[in-house]
């Protein structure tokens, strides 16, 4: 079993960053390609960012495409998103999810992982 603790979440004012970060319990976290997701409320949960096994492939939704990076530390059982240039419409509670099968289940949907993160509410004021 994997356990996954994001932080790092907060209020930001509009044009503002974030970088949050999850923390994954288990010895192989390296099996596992990691994902961020986000739900605001009355919408569905969508798809945010992915990373491979590795770290050599990253994946990004349009909307956040050029503001948002995902990276990994391996030797630290982390994933990370830096957010840049947050706008209210990023406003959500955000989540990290892990998948032995790669990182195509996590564009399905509604997307599939393993194992979810409790997630960690992101404000973005005008």
């Known amino acids: 079993q994997v356990q996954l603790v994001e932080s790092g979440g907060g209020l930001v004012q509009a044009g503002g960053s974030l970088r949050l970060s999850c923390a994954a319990s288990?010895?192989?976290?390296?099996?596992?390609?990691m994902g961020w997701f986000r739900q605001a409320p009355g919408k569905e949960r969508e798809f945010v960012a992915s990373v491979s096994r590795s770290g050599a492939w990253t994946y990004y939704a349009d909307s956040v495409k050029g503001r948002f990076t995902i990276s990994r530390d391996n030797a630290k059982n982390t994933v990370y998103l830096q957010m840049n240039s947050l706008k209210t419409e990023d406003t959500a509670v955000y989540y990290c999810?892990?998948?032995?099968?790669?990182?195509?289940?996590?564009?399905?949907?509604?997307?599939?992982?393993?194992?979810w993160g409790q997630g960690t509410q992101v404000t973005v004021s005008s």
């Open positions: 999810a892990a998948n032995g099968g790669g990182t195509s289940n996590f564009r399905l949907l509604p997307p599939k992982a393993d194992y």
């Open positions: 288990g010895r192989t976290f390296s099996g596992y390609a």
